[in-house]
């Protein structure tokens, strides 16, 4: 997600079945937002990049668009499939699962008053691929071909190929639904202000805090445990550390280091500062990238060395604290037709034996030089010690002469763009929760990895025939299939999945509920004791 190459995208749960077929229905009570209860303080040092759905594709701009603004689905909490939010009803209406018709309840309004009907929908997908941000989320609409709006009620979106995981890129923050006569329609809005029809209102925005009120006009299935939310923007992660030991801050998400995480966790009840730690799934994930045209990885009997050689749990222990899990696939835990391809293929401990035949296999004598770059801007700040870690393990066989350099993120952004590095790491977020996003995006037509790897097989048969198979479910063979060939042919070494993290103030409540693999973090189910 979203910072789309910051990668670095939230868990999953498999059996989606063919929900994604006839996704209908409606909470039992859509009355409304109650917005009862004490405020909430909330910490972070994500920045939220836009406030204009148009443009925003990273953690902190969503975590926005998904409390103040409507889509048409939405993830229930604890809920990979996409239910109705804005719609009454969608369905794919063929079986190529290239026409998706929805029913929009009635009544909707946003919070400014005006009516929101199928034509402020279709402003909205139009706006946003018409605009198509450099930085937004146009292009997970590029098998959108057109919107049509039949009655005031009714909106069909005709795709121009197969998609069938098109019902859960509309119910993510790409999907936000924008008044038409509050947003230009071919440019950003940029007044620091939002109209939507969510749980939330943006009353205050600004480089300190974002401050969001309960949208007393909201109709849908949330209901409110509080009675509005701040959030504060950090520096650091020692700052939002201060801050929520000392009060300042109920809730801290998404900024306080592994080695605190950890601490706080191993921690007795005082030395925990009156706090607590809430886990949850997540299918955030760490990859190292080989580049097929470099000299040295190129060649499939180093990559093999390679891994070989990785010792993903000392690497998950000693640099990220336990805070994430070994990962031997490109589609994680959690997610439809996850395997374990390369644990099968190449083991969980280092097997320096096989690496040195592998080597010599491809005609390879001495030590290979080795170049692993890093950025210390991105991926999170385990990223550059776990790079660290893994040339240590590479070196401590013998077989290669590893070596880590490391990149401001544009300088390292483009290195790896213009095919000057050989080897690299690369972190995930996922836009919706579905193999998918783990493999299109990596191994279709327009890889974000740029590595040079290209394989019929993956790209021109297997990944086409999930498409158009609502029973997502049923892809599960297809995809086992694209992870096995990944093993075989190295492209990419899965390192990591990660777990997500919030450390709340005791008497704060309702983060497991924000914490699951849909990568939504819903306000709304925070609430916080009158006395805490």
Not at 70 to 87: D, H, M, R, V, W
Not at 92 to 112: A, E, M
Not at 123 to 141: C, E, H, L, W
Request: hydrophobic share 35%; proline share 6%.
């Amino acid at each position: 997600m979203r910072q789309r190459d910051q990668w670095l995208a939230a868990p999953i749960g498999a059996g989606l079945a063919t929900a994604l077929l006839a996704i209908a229905g409606c909470s039992a009570d859509d009355s409304g937002a109650a917005g009862q209860g004490e405020p909430v303080v909330m910490g972070m040092t994500d920045k939220v990049v836009a406030i204009d759905p148009a443009a925003g594709y990273d953690p902190g701009s969503w975590l926005l668009f998904n409390n103040v603004f409507q889509s048409l689905l939405s993830f229930p909490k604890g809920s990979t499939k996409p239910e109705p939010e804005a719609a009454k009803s969608c369905t794919f209406t063929d079986t190529r699962s290239q026409v998706y018709r929805c029913t929009l309840k009635k009544g909707l309004t946003f919070s400014n008053g005006d009516a929101l009907t199928s034509k402020d929908v279709k402003y909205s997908f139009d706006r946003t691929r018409r605009i198509k941000d450099k930085n937004g989320p146009a292009v997970m609409f590029s098998a959108l071909d057109k919107v049509e709006t039949p009655d005031a009620e009714t909106v069909v979106f005709r795709l121009k190929t197969p998609d069938a995981t098109f019902p859960m890129k509309i119910a993510s923050g790409a999907g936000s639904i924008v008044d038409h006569t509050a947003y230009p329609a071919d440019r950003l809005r940029t007044d620091g202000k939002a109209v939507g029809s969510g749980v939330y209102t943006l009353k205050e925005y600004g480089a300190k805090q974002a401050v969001f009120g309960v949208n007393s006009s909201y109709k849908g299935p949330a209901k409110v445990k509080n009675s509005g939310m701040t959030v504060k923007f950090f520096h650091d992660p020692g700052t939002l550390k201060k801050a929520v030991r000392s009060g300042d801050v109920d809730v801290a998400y998404r900024g306080l280091s592994m080695h605190d995480i950890a601490a706080l966790s191993n921690a007795s009840l005082h030395q925990q500062h009156g706090t607590q730690v809430i886990e949850g799934g997540s299918a955030e994930i760490m990859h190292l990238v080989l580049n097929l045209k470099d000299p040295v990885v190129g060649k499939l009997g180093v990559r093999k060395a390679i891994a070989y050689l990785l010792d993903r749990s000392t690497l998950v222990r000693d640099v990220y604290q336990h805070t994430a899990e070994p990962l031997y696939s490109i589609v994680p835990a959690g997610i439809t037709g996850h395997n374990t391809a390369f644990f099968n293929t190449y083991g969980d401990r280092p097997h320096p034996d096989k690496a040195a035949a592998a080597l010599r296999d491809a005609g390879i004598t001495g030590k290979v030089p080795l170049t692993l770059w890093a950025t210390p801007d991105r991926f999170g700040p385990g990223t550059v010690p776990a790079v660290n870690e893994i040339a240590q393990q590479l070196n401590a066989g013998g077989l290669f002469d590893a070596k880590v350099r490391t990149a401001p993120t544009k300088e390292y952004e483009q290195g790896v763009e213009s095919g000057r590095f050989g080897v690299y790491v690369k972190g995930w977020i996922p836009d919706y929760p579905d193999p998918d996003n783990f493999t299109q995006p990596f191994f279709g037509k327009d890889s974000v990895l740029s590595n040079h790897y290209n394989s019929p097989q993956i790209a021109g048969r297997l990944l086409p025939r999930t498409a158009d198979q609502p029973d997502r479910g049923a892809t599960k063979d297809t995809f086992r299939q694209v992870q096995d060939i990944v093993a075989r042919d190295v492209p990419v070494i899965p390192l990591w999945q990660g777990k997500q993290y919030a450390v709340a103030r005791d008497g704060v409540s309702g983060l497991e509920w924000t914490l699951d693999s849909s990568t939504v973090f819903r306000f709304w189910e925070i609430s916080k004791a009158a006395d805490a």
